[in-house]
């Protein structure tokens, strides 16, 4: 038996316009017919629609973790609205009649049944292998990369010699046209850390701002020159050499990891439980994308992992818009990116459950329990030129208090860390903080963003959630 609440179904949907939609087919009886398999792992129903015949739509969960959608309807999101109603009827409750498997459904299980055995058959029949790679296409592709550092150099020299005060409109629509250049050389990574550059140089702050952070960004620039090139010459006279796994290199020049090679390098666990701390969606300009961000708590060890959902643009309603979410993911094979703090992950074969406040009392307890250590941590990060500069941090206090200058979490022996706005996070919410109740304020376990600030060249932070022991109080939303 399948066990659907409305925030998972929610979930599943692709944007708040597919739930809306889902929602009001329920809502308006638009169903005809609603049925269920007698183990309950097959829903399935015929809905109103446009025409003539009624829209046949199916949920199968014969594999647990990864549903199967099926409808008659010509829409390309997968859940359609008809099958999001489908759901959100089973996750009210709605009676659903008990009928056995359609002779449809039961031929198309056959037949993933069948190719699943022969694909099982094989696997236990072979040894498991590396992926094979080309060598020479792998050193001509590294060729290629350097040619597209060298170009990069070059770019940034002429910002430098020609200095920053002189970049006006024309020069900087130059720079973007030869930035692009950088496409078609294999490192779409540095391409957009190039692009960064260029919207900082066009926003509307004040010059002396501006400037700044450019000079800033430069000096990463020139690092992520240094260290992208002496990488890739090393992989172009080794080409058997193993990606870095305790940096970001790869994805700073622009590697797009595969499962296969995540599964390679050992970044695999089984079988974990997260919980999400935090969710904020942003337009990333300089990718031309947006960004749906989130940040887990691995439930039995503490760590905290981030995922990113990337949407061009062009085709964001295309894409599944990701959301908050609140319940327990069960992830039968985590997927953890190359990185340091905050690694990023993905699931496969996921299972939600609901959460419970053993599962709240067990991530609590995982926090840290000293400032100092906390900011030990960050500054051990930040030192990297190309490491986040933002990272996130469970963080057990005291006392959350307003002082003097401001409000301040204090942790067990007296120490304080200055809570604030951060800029990159473009949303308030220490303006909150006076409206939290007494029993929030004291002994609980905070979600906190930090960031270095040059100008002043100190630490600030921003409380995004709060950990109690029977809930979450999610500030940024």
């Given amino acids: 038996m399948i066990n659907l609440s409305e925030a998972y179904v929610d979930s599943l949907a692709h944007n ?59 829409s390309r999101q997968f859940p359609c609205k008809h099958l999001l109603g489908l759901m959100y009827a089973y996750a009210a409750e709605t009676p659903f009649e008990t009928a056995p498997i359609p002779e449809d459904i039961m031929g198309k299980r056959e037949k993933v049944e069948k190719r699943e055995q022969k694909k099982s058959e094989a696997t236990s029949k ?13 050193l001509k592709k590294i060729g290629a990369q350097l040619e597209g550092i060298a170009i990069f150099e070059k770019l940034l020299h002429q910002i430098v010699q020609s200095g920053l005060g002189s970049l006006d409109k024309q020069m900087l629509k130059m720079i973007e046209d030869q930035a692009k250049q950088l496409g078609n050389y294999y490192i779409p990574g540095i391409q957009t850390a190039m692009r960064n550059l260029i919207v900082l140089l066009r926003s509307d702050e004040e010059q002396e701002t501006i400037y700044a952070k450019a000079s800033a960004y430069l000096s990463t620039l020139h690092t992520l020159l240094k260290k992208s090139r002496g990488y890739l010459q090393q992989k172009l006279d080794n080409p058997e050499q193993a990606p870095e796994l305790d940096s970001t290199i790869e994805e700073w020049i622009g590697h797009a990891w595969q499962l296969a090679e995540l599964r390679e390098c050992g970044r695999v666990q089984s079988d974990r ?127 959350l208090m307003h002082s003097s200058n401001g409000p301040v979490l204090l942790d067990g022996q007296g120490k304080e860390l200055q809570l604030s706005d951060l800029e990159s996070v473009e949303q308030s919410t220490t303006h909150m903080l006076p409206m939290l109740h007494q029993d929030v304020l004291k002994q609980q376990a905070a979600v906190v963003r930090f960031e270095h600030d040059m100008d002043n060249n100190r630490l600030h932070a921003q409380l995004l959630s709060i950990v109690t022991d029977q809930g979450i109080i999610r500030l940024l939303y």
Avoid at 49 to 56: A, H, I, Q, V
Avoid at 370 to 379: F, R
């Fill in 16 to 74: 708040s316009a597919a739930m809306k939609n889902g929602k009001d087919l329920f809502k308006k009886k638009s169903f005809m017919k609603l049925c269920k398999t007698e183990d309950g792992k097959l829903l399935f129903g015929e809905c109103k629609g446009s025409g003539k015949e009624p829209y046949r739509c199916s949920v199968d969960w014969m594999t647990e973790g990864q549903p199967v959608f099926r409808c008659s309807c010509p």
């Fill in 126 to 138: 072979e040894k498991p292998t590396k992926r094979k790679t080309s060598k020479s296409a792998l």
């Fill in 273 to 399: 439980d997260l919980m999400q701390l935090s969710f904020n969606s942003y337009a990333d300009e300089a990718r031309g994308e947006y960004v749906d961000e989130s940040f887990w708590a691995d439930v039995e060890s503490g760590t905290v992992y981030t995922t990113r959902t990337y949407r061009p643009f062009r085709a964001a309603k295309f894409i599944k818009e990701e959301d908050s979410y609140f319940a327990i993911v069960n992830a039968k094979e985590l997927m953890i990116y190359p990185g340091e703090l905050n690694c990023r992950i993905r699931w496969e074969g996921a299972v939600p459950r609901p959460v419970t406040e053993q599962d709240f009392q067990a991530v609590k307890s995982k926090a840290l329990s000293s400032v100092t250590e906390a900011v030990k941590i960050v500054k051990n990060q930040i030192k990297n030129p190309l490491s986040d500069k933002r990272p996130v941090l469970l963080l057990a206090y005291d006392q």
